[in-house]
């Protein structure tokens, strides 16, 4: 099962699936619930900009900020250790001498050369080396070590601080991505995972373009990863780069193909309006059809890569091109809810027909799609202008019209409404 993420957060598990029966989407709905809904709105307030990199898994600590939030941390080499003994009932010590000051601000006393003693005893040999990170609560306590290799030791020696220049920051850990230490190629994907897109993008003429061709298609690329190596094939790549995307983008073998949202949307920035008519073509439309040609989640995965280009596509792909993409999927009462939700945060209001019919109407007769409705009238009224004389637009009118049949008619589906989208 997919996870959804919305704004960042993790919403639900369970994904919709093609060829659902009506009662099972309505169980699915309910499951997104009223959090699903009052957190997609959300959306409609402030722009999701500043957000960490769209097609990366979550977040994580990198090390470097893991070395920001401590109280000191050193490379250490090891230099002796005692075993624990059970009988005696002692867990044993290792013995490590400081090789480098990472950080330590609020412990003058270390110094390089200086032996350290950590609680626990660490199996080692001279010569190999560990960071480790310690915090001061009345004394200095040392977390347990973590083994490092000769290239970890200049990777995190070297590595830029938090404070540094964000886009400085990432020249550095481009070159580690994927790095034959898994310590290192981790870090570096976490650092990227962390960066706003447009962090990302500054950066794109340092990215290692011959790699990513290779990352990008390789069986051999975690796939964790290659939603972000997509898009930034996208940003480097050139008129081979996009046939090879479009090739990717339309295959539609695998039922669930990890990271396809971002090589959709690296393809989409080479590509921009052929790119959508492919993506219509190739995802949406066949999505529509009964038994539909297209896994749920390619579909999902099209619905991500236009919602990526209306947010940071450069108008590469015109707004009104996008909204139609969009409304392709208005059909799809799977997708309905979070379609509708797009669209009013799009400010497209073209579409109260179309929600009249579906409203209350099989198969959207579910409560999120209904909630989405109430929601999308709401913001819809509020572009009703405010200077005195100025004319009210049809769509207004409508909007009004219809939100005050519906407090008549499902007086209970507004209330919820209005509570959430005040």
Not at 97 to 120: D, F
Not at 131 to 136: C, D, E, K, Q, Y
Not at 165 to 189: G, H, N, T
Request: proline letters at 6%.
């Amino acid at each position: 099962m997919n996870c959804l993420f919305v704004q960042g957060k993790r919403i639900s598990s369970h994904a919709f699936q093609a060829g659902d029966t009506l009662a099972t989407r309505k169980v699915r709905h309910r499951m997104l619930g009223i959090a699903l809904i009052a957190t997609l709105f959300s959306s409609l307030l402030y722009s999701p900009a500043a957000q960490a990199c769209p097609f990366c898994s979550a977040p994580q600590l990198t090390l470097a900020e893991q070395i920001a939030q401590t109280d000191a941390a050193i490379i250490g080499e090891w230099v002796s250790g005692i075993k624990p003994d059970f009988d005696a009932g002692t867990a044993g010590s290792t013995v490590y001498r400081i090789n480098k000051l990472i950080n330590s601000p609020n412990n003058p006393k270390l110094k390089v050369g200086q032996e350290i003693t950590v609680e626990g005893y660490y199996p080692g040999e001279k010569g190999k080396f560990v960071l480790i990170l310690g915090t001061l609560d009345g004394e200095l306590s040392w977390m347990s070590p973590l083994d490092i290799s000769d290239q970890g030791f200049e990777y995190v020696k070297n590595a830029p601080s938090p404070e540094e220049e964000p886009s400085k920051r990432l020249v550095y850990y481009v070159k580690f991505l994927e790095s034959s230490d898994p310590l290192i190629a981790d870090d570096a994907y976490a650092e990227f995972a962390n960066a706003p897109y447009k962090t990302i993008a500054s950066i794109k003429d340092k990215f290692p373009r011959e790699g990513l061709r290779k990352w990008v298609f390789s069986d051999e690329t975690s796939v964790t990863r290659i939603g972000l190596y997509g898009l930034m094939l996208g940003l480097c790549g050139d008129k081979k780069d996009r046939e090879l995307l479009k090739a990717k983008v339309i295959e539609n073998d695998e039922e669930f193909r990890l990271g396809i949202d971002g090589i959709m949307a690296g393809y989409l920035i080479l590509a921009g309006d052929d790119g959508l008519k492919v993506l219509e073509d190739a995802k949406l439309k066949p999505s529509l059809q009964t038994p539909s040609k297209v896994p749920f989640s390619e579909t999902f995965a099209s619905l991500q890569a236009v919602k990526f280009m209306w947010e940071y596509g450069d108008k590469r792909i015109a707004p009104e091109k996008l909204r139609g993409a969009q409304r392709i999927l208005l059909d799809n009462p799977s997708l309905a809810d979070l379609v509708i939700i797009d669209l009013a945060r799009w400010q497209d209001w073209s579409i109260i027909g179309r929600l009249k019919k579906m409203y209350g109407h099989e198969p959207y007769d579910v409560p999120a799609i209904k909630r989405s409705i109430v929601g999308y009238l709401i913001q819809c009224i509020k572009q009703k202008p405010t200077e005195q004389g100025k004319p009210v637009p049809e769509f207004v009118t409508q909007a009004e019209t219809f939100l005050a049949e519906l407090e008549k008619n499902d007086p209970k589906t507004v209330k919820v409404a209005r509570l959430l989208f005040r």
